[in-house]
């Protein structure tokens, strides 16, 4: 399986600032995801970064939120802009293994809080 | 759309119980199935998959059957220890759509 990493692994931001996350991966890979896990719950798909093209957003998440950048197939970002407190969560960025429609694999999370 | 009911938590059992996490699932076409965990402070990672019907699934001494006529892929496990203490996700992904859909997490503690 790939070896991901995501920086930072976790911080605390001022409401209304921005953060952007990084996603590296140690291998070319074709599907990369960002995911929400808000505090207590199950992770929530945010959108696909798409390498060459925009990001494809999930009902309820929108570009100027969230921005999603994939200049490369090994490394995305994710930006969290005007942040509120309901922002806090841990975001992930995964993978997809060998062959559609079978696993992703994870990176270790970015845990946001929002004062 | 695509669908994962899993059993709600949170589960406290002794070292060496049975444990039984049940997950049925919803799906226009015919999906893999997986099991993730996640371990206190700790990112998430793939338990066990099942990619078609009546396929077993198995790991760590965790396993799960694929029921295709009862749409579940229930986890199990024959003797747990407290270091299976965890968050675990029932997820499935549609083999015609590469989303993961995931269950709501149940969560489980062991105690010595």
């Known amino acids: 399986s790939a070896v991901i990493s995501q920086k930072p692994s976790r911080d605390i931001c001022q409401r209304g600032t921005s953060l952007t996350i990084q996603c590296q991966v140690d291998?070319?890979?074709?599907?990369m995801f960002w995911y929400r896990q808000q505090p207590g719950q199950s992770l929530t798909l945010i959108a696909t970064?798409?390498?060459?093209?925009?990001?494809?957003?999930e009902s309820g998440f929108v570009i100027d939120k969230f921005p999603i950048s994939r200049p490369n197939l090994t490394f995305s970002t994710l930006t969290v802009s005007n942040m509120s407190p309901e922002d806090s969560s841990i975001y992930l960025c995964?993978?997809?293994?060998?062959?559609?429609?079978?696993?992703?694999?994870f990176g270790p999370g970015t845990r946001l809080t929002v004062l | 759309g695509n669908s994962v009911t899993q059993m709600e938590g949170p589960v406290t059992l002794s070292e060496e119980a049975f444990l039984t996490i049940n997950c049925t699932y919803t799906?226009?076409?015919?999906?893999?199935l997986f099991w993730y965990v996640q371990y206190p402070g700790e990112g998430l990672q793939l338990l066990l998959k099942?990619?078609?019907?009546?396929d077993k699934g198995s790991n760590k001494g965790f396993e799960a059957t694929y029921r295709k006529e009862t749409t579940s892929f229930h986890l199990e496990k024959g003797s747990v220890q407290v270091s299976d203490s965890a968050v675990y996700f029932c997820?499935?992904?549609?083999?015609?759509?590469?989303?993961?859909?995931f269950g709501a997490g149940t969560t489980v503690t062991v105690r010595a």
């Open positions: 970064a798409n390498q060459g093209s925009e990001a494809t957003y």
């Open positions: 799906a226009t076409g015919y999906p893999s």
């Open positions: 291998s070319q890979v074709t599907m």
């Open positions: 995964s993978v997809e293994g060998r062959r559609r429609g079978h696993e992703q694999f």
């Open positions: 099942a990619t078609k019907a009546d």
């Open positions: 997820a499935l992904s549609d083999r015609g759509d590469y989303k993961l859909s």
